[in-house]
């Protein structure tokens, strides 16, 4: 396996732990031709108090050990194709999840008897409604530092999302 390889899946790895975490189920799309790696739902009614049930959210996944962060965001370059569909009005909300890595891949994961820990985290946020890009290869993305994909944070998309707000 690729280091990129090993990067899309310590990705998924880490998405998946954030949602079992939160109580909430991921399933994985067979076939990726629209911009969307992972679908995360809640099952019935979140919080007791949902104007929809069961909410979903789809999510592109990215991973990089570039040195990309910033003072109060990341800057990832993402490919147009991913722009453009993340961007787009759709039923069930998108969003992009960027896994940031150290540089060194011995430094991705420790394990022991006691823990099993993963250096850096993962930011998330909506491209929907954003503008036409000017360039025809890349978008560089700001994703907030604010925007942690935790478990904390991922209940609070879920019940945003219950209530028909936005990302």
Not at 35 to 48: E, R
Not at 116 to 137: D, F, M, T
Request: net charge negative; proline share 7%.
């Amino acid at each position: 396996m690729t280091e990129n390889e090993q990067k899309q899946q310590l990705s998924f790895a880490y998405v998946h732990a954030v949602a079992a975490r939160a109580g909430l189920a991921c399933d994985r799309p067979t076939v990726d031709d629209d911009s969307v790696d992972l679908v995360i739902g809640a099952s019935g009614l979140v919080n007791g108090r949902s104007l929809i049930r069961s909410p979903r959210v789809e999510l592109q996944l990215k991973a990089t050990s570039q040195d990309i962060l910033h003072e109060d965001h990341l800057a990832f370059p993402l490919p147009i194709k991913n722009y453009d569909d993340l961007r787009g009005e759709t039923l069930v909300p998108r969003a992009l999840v960027v896994l940031h890595l150290p540089a060194d891949p011995r430094d991705w994961l420790e394990q022991s008897e006691d823990a099993l820990i993963a250096r850096r985290c993962a930011y998330w946020v909506s491209l929907q409604g954003l503008p036409e890009p000017r360039s025809r290869q890349t978008v560089t993305v700001r994703l907030p530092r604010t925007n942690l994909f935790t478990v904390e944070n991922l209940q609070a998309i879920m019940d945003r999302l219950s209530r028909r707000e936005p990302l």
